[in-house]
């Protein structure tokens, strides 16, 4: 029940964000038509750094409970946060193209995130690459509290570094204006419904795939 | 002070072949050689801190799986487990001895370098210093990593694939630091980052290492 | 930068994964019945 109410919310909120932020509502501001790419971007990407937390949280958790749902749990939730973080990358660096003339200028935000995408596929090859399941789980989990490390570098690399990618929640306040603010916060709730439903999924794959594996 | 007999054992065991030694010797010098011949001496003089350092790394990386691979091909693993010692001792003690195994062959590759690839440097304690704090960094997050060899299905190949994302923070750190060692500038900032790095590896390893040691 | 073609797209490929996943979650409900 609760699960179809994640997906009519999250297919709602996405239908309705896309069709604002693409169609009406939303004149050009002096950045041009390109801006409206930053309404997918900036849901992808912070969809993809709570993946990456939920996959940490759960790493924990399987160390303290030995609950193997927790390990279909974390690996879900980093397969999902790759995907949103390759998303994140594609449209941030097609922004990067129309706004400052390159698609790659390794900047430091983009070569963080770049490095977080390859740390999550590592963690990936590094269970694809052992058999039994509790050896997997242990050592996955211990692998993704260190994977954690380059996502947290990929937050701060904008305060640290001097970079061109935009910060838009300064010290000041949201340097956005109200429309905007709303129809991005919708289309954030909409990511997240998504994510959410599709880490769900993904973990009952895996759980019957282990009960069907051990039989 | 019980995981320096750890330190002492895997020494012994290296004196009596100079295997491990040998190979990262002859690799270091390979690709040393093979760097300047391919490289001009203009080019050369702007990267060969950073090509030094990735010298090590690469050399590093190639042999470090070995310091828990050869405990289980010689079916010393369990002995080690049943030892009356933590288990976190048989990782420090094996950090310790990739350290010692890490400046044998920087002491002689290092002033090698100096001369082919021609660096002058300004003083010789800055660059000593930033050299044992990457080892450092190095052989914790090596020795870490290569107890995944022992139930993994690539074995030692798992090392650099896990090894190169995770540590991507701390070597673009110490690259940094190690060109300003060589100019002779203040590396106070890079510093104080390689050592906070260090010590939250150090504290993640030393307190998950008993979950990879069991089974 | 044609928006109206744009936004089809995104209808279209939005429409596929939400459809996607509901019939994976009805596939997974008729196996652990």
């Given at each position: 029940m609760l699960k179809r109410v994640n997906y009519i919310i999250g297919y709602l909120s996405l239908t309705i964000g896309s069709y604002f932020s693409l169609l009406i509502l939303k004149p050009e501001k002096n950045l041009g038509e390109i801006y409206r790419i930053f309404f997918f971007h900036f849901p992808l990407a912070i969809a993809s750094y709570i993946s990456f937390f939920l996959c940490l949280v759960f790493s924990i958790a399987y160390l303290k409970k030995r609950n193997l749902q927790f390990d279909d749990l974390a690996s879900s939730s980093a397969e999902v946060g790759l995907l949103f973080c390759i998303l994140a990358i594609i449209t941030g660096a097609i922004f990067s193209k129309y706004?400052?003339?390159?698609?790659?200028?390794?900047?430091p935000k983009q070569t963080t995130t770049l490095m977080v995408c390859l740390v999550y596929a590592s963690y990936l090859a590094l269970r694809s690459s052992i058999d039994e399941y509790e050896t997997k789980a242990r050592s996955s989990s211990v692998f993704g509290i260190f994977a954690f490390f380059t996502v947290i570098l990929s937050y701060v690399s904008t305060r640290i570094w001097f970079s061109l990618h935009p910060t838009i929640i300064t010290r000041g306040g949201i340097a956005l204006e109200k429309e905007m603010v709303i129809i991005l916060l919708l289309m954030l709730c909409g990511m997240l419904s998504l994510c959410s439903s599709l880490i769900i999924i993904n973990k009952e794959i895996k759980r019957i795939e282990r009960k069907v594996r051990n039989e | 002070m019980k995981f320096l007999s750890i330190t002492k054992k895997d020494l012994k065991l290296e004196l009596r072949d100079r295997q491990t030694f040998n190979f990262m010797f002859l690799f270091s010098l390979i690709t040393l050689m093979l760097f300047s011949y391919t490289l001009s001496f203009k080019e050369l003089s702007v990267i060969s801190p950073q090509l030094l350092w990735f010298i090590f790394l690469f050399s590093a990386m190639l042999s470090l799986s070995k310091s828990f691979l050869r405990e289980k091909e010689w079916g010393t693993l369990e002995g080690l487990k049943l030892a009356p010692i933590k288990e976190t001792s048989i990782l420090a003690g094996k950090i310790i001895f990739n350290l010692i195994l890490l400046y044998t062959i920087q002491m002689i590759i290092f002033p090698l370098s100096v001369i082919i690839f021609n660096i002058h440097i300004k003083s010789l304690l800055t660059p000593i210093l930033v050299l044992t704090l990457g080892n450092l960094g190095l052989a914790i997050i090596g020795s870490t990593f290569s107890?995944?060899?022992?139930?993994?299905?690539?074995k030692e190949l798992i090392l650099p694939i896990t090894f190169l994302p995770v540590s991507f923070p701390f070597l673009t750190i110490s690259t940094i630091a190690l060109e300003k060692s060589f100019l002779g500038q203040q590396i106070t900032k890079e510093i104080l980052l390689m050592a906070i790095y260090i010590i939250a590896v150090a504290t993640i390893s030393l307190s998950t290492f008993s979950y990879l040691m069991e089974d | 930068m044609n928006n109206r073609g744009i936004f089809i797209a995104t209808m279209i490929m939005l429409t596929l994964i939400f459809a996607y996943l509901i019939y994976l979650d009805l596939k997974l409900r008729r196996l652990t019945r």
């Open positions: 706004a400052w003339g390159e698609y790659w200028c390794w900047d | 107890s995944f060899t022992l139930k993994s299905k690539v | -």
